[in-house]
């Protein structure tokens, strides 16, 4: 029998707790970034198959259990990601004026439970806490000239705040130094080229570095490359007039961990950062930052933590490594649990750009049908799918969302959004989308 063949009679059905698909696509991925949304246009292809059925606004966990979806189905797959934050662990963390980058992004998304957050941008001067690609992200929309915003899908309230914005000024601070920067070349280079900004580095981070060049791996010499060429190099008479001109400056800060987030003295919300200066140990990738016992304090009125994310358990009966925050798992099968996988960050950790989760996800995938081919997974037996759950979730009263039914509100956001020049304008609220949905 060959690979067709395997998989000719599966039905897959995905649900989803909101009533819209494609997750981090639609709300993890920069507005600015459309190019790469376009893997929305190969999910719908899936979702259009007559074998796969989409059911938003089911809450697995909550309207339904892992236990009642094993009990209808042969194999599940959980594939829901890392919406849980990693703690910075500092004093003042909680203070006002302090975000974590997931909530940030999700803000200037559309995420349903983030649009009450209406960070406060009246400083001048803000901090990311992290060097990754979503660090960048995050830097780039608080300094995007807003005509460029305008023409993203970026949400109506957060143009509104941004249009308002006085923040000129964003350091991005890093534990370890330039060669250990977590974000990619595309990224770095976005933020050389941004309109209307100049970059800011300390010149002494960047010792030693040059010689270092030559041992570096591909991918890691050209970024460093760009970013000594950015901080040391003296630039073109065209980039001097270019960063003469502009109002706005972004920077990276090395060797720096984060000890406490300052407040406003008599008031209750950030004033400041107060920074450990670290030295490295080791090199490369596996170089370890080291306190050096000095401090110093950076003082800012905005503090955004984007130091990664971490997954949650989804119901008690899944295994759950909550050290690593994965679902533990062997090239996707869960362990200790027949007719269970996982894939994406829930699998490996957040690491990865979309490529990387979707080649995970294809592994995961092999190694289902795989279980099907040697009978360790077993489909001899008829399971009820969809019919079992859709009257258990009648019952309790939860209407899922179909892809038609997305369908529909897709067209209105698309409607709504070219009314302004933009791809879509969002719908922003769980009981606004059920409303377009149900009618």
């Known amino acids: 029998m060959n690979d067709r063949q395997a998989h000719q009679n599966v ?24 190019e790469v949304k376009n893997v929305i246009n190969t999910f719908t292809q899936t979702a259009k198959h007559p074998r796969c059925s989409f059911y938003g606004n089911v809450n697995v966990g909550e309207d339904v259990s892992v236990d009642e979806l094993q009990e209808a189905y042969h194999a599940i797959v959980l594939s829901y990601g890392a919406e849980g934050n990693r703690s910075v662990g500092v004093p003042g963390e909680d203070l006002p004026g302090v ?4 909530d940030f992004v999700g803000w200037y998304n559309g995420l349903p439970s983030c649009q009450e957050l209406r960070p406060d941008l009246s400083c001048e001067t803000a901090v990311i806490l992290g060097q990754g690609n979503v660090a ?14 305008k023409k993203t899908d970026i949400t109506q309230p957060a143009l509104e705040a941004l249009a308002q914005s006085r923040v000129c000024r964003v350091l991005i601070v890093g534990r370890r130094g330039p060669m250990q920067v977590a974000s990619t070349i595309k990224e ?12 800011e580095m300390v010149a002494a981070d960047f010792d030693g570095v040059a010689e270092a060049l030559k041992d570096l791996p591909r991918p890691r010499k050209r970024l460093t490359e760009l970013m000594l060429k950015t ?7 065209k980039e001097q007039e270019r960063r003469k001109k502009a109002s706005r400056i972004w920077g990276f800060r090395f060797f720096r961990s984060p000890v406490e987030i300052l407040a406003e003295p008599g008031c209750n ?30 003082p800012c009125g905005l503090v955004i933590s984007s130091i990664g994310y971490r997954s949650l358990p989804i119901d008690p009966t899944v295994p759950f490594d909550s050290r690593r925050a994965i679902v533990p798992n062997s090239m996707g099968r869960v362990h200790n649990a027949a007719g269970l996988y996982c894939s994406g960050w829930l699998k490996t950790g957040p690491t990865g750009v979309i490529a990387t989760t979707m080649n995970s996800s294809f592994d995961t995938a092999r190694s289902l049908l795989e279980d099907v081919e040697s009978g360790k997974l077993d489909v001899s037996s008829a399971k009820p799918g969809s019919h079992m759950i859709s009257s258990l979730l009648e019952k309790r009263g939860v209407k899922p969302v179909t892809f038609s039914d997305w369908e529909k509100i897709d067209d ?21 989308m059920l409303k377009v949905a149900q009618t």
Not at 11 to 34: I, K, M, N, S, T
Not at 188 to 199: A, D, H, K
Not at 271 to 297: H, I, P
């Open 231 to 237: 901080a040391l190099e003296m630039p073109t008479e």
């Open 11 to 34: 039905q897959v059905d995905v649900y989803e707790r909101l009533p819209v698909p494609f997750g981090l696509v639609r709300f993890g991925v920069a507005p600015d970034h459309p």
């Open 99 to 102: 975000y974590s980058a997931k």
């Open 412 to 432: 209105l956001e698309t409607r709504r959004g070219e009314v302004s020049g933009k791809p879509r304008e969002k719908i922003l609220t769980v009981a606004a």
């Open 188 to 199: 770095l280079r976005e933020m050389v080229n941004l309109p209307g900004t100049r970059p």
């Open 269 to 298: 919300r950030v004033a400041g950062v107060r920074l450990a200066v670290n030295k490295l140990e080791g090199s490369g990738e596996k170089a370890q930052a080291v306190l050096t016992g000095e401090v110093e304090d950076v």
């Open 136 to 149: 960048l992200d995050v830097a780039r929309i608080l300094l995007s000239p807003l005509d460029a915003l």
